[in-house]
Nanobody, 124 residues
Framework: QVQLVESGGGLVHPGGSLSLSCAASGRTDSINTRGWYRQIPGRDRELVAL???????NYDSSVKGRFTISRDNAKTTVFLQMNSLKPEDTAVYYCSAEGLYYNDAQAPVAYRAWGQGTQVTVSS
């Protein structure tokens, strides 16, 4: 399996910037897609940004042009640079990893792992 540990987040004024990071450990060679999601109490978790094994990225329209997802050369840590933050960006942010590995019986096992979540608050 894959374990994810997030860092970053906190309180920032509107228009400010924050950076999140997410380090993966375990079967990292089985990961196909890394992502960032966010959740507001009472609402479903929503996609913020994705980066696939080949480096292609995808963003929700609400953050396109303001947020950037990237990863390190070892492809174990993923970052989310958040600029021009707005109050509506306030949420708990979760990193994710999706992939496929083969168990001891050589059967494919698809998974999605989650980080512990980190609070981002945008307020004056």
């Amino acid at each position: 399996q894959v374990q994810l540990v997030e860092s970053g987040g906190g309180l920032v004024h509107p228009g400010g910037s924050l950076s999140l990071s997410c380090a993966a450990s375990g079967r990292t060679d089985s990961i196909n897609t890394r992502g960032w999601y966010r959740q507001i109490p009472g609402r479903d978790r929503e996609l913020v940004a994705l980066i696939d094994r080949g480096g292609s990225t995808n963003y929700d329209s609400s953050v396109k042009g303001r947020f950037t997802i990237s990863r390190d050369n070892a492809k174990t840590t993923v970052f989310l640079q958040m600029n021009s933050l707005k109050p509506e960006d306030t949420a708990v942010y979760y990193c994710s990893a999706e992939g496929l590995y083969y168990n001891d019986a050589q059967a494919p096992v698809a998974y999605r792992a989650w980080g512990q979540g980190t609070q981002v608050t945008v307020s004056s």
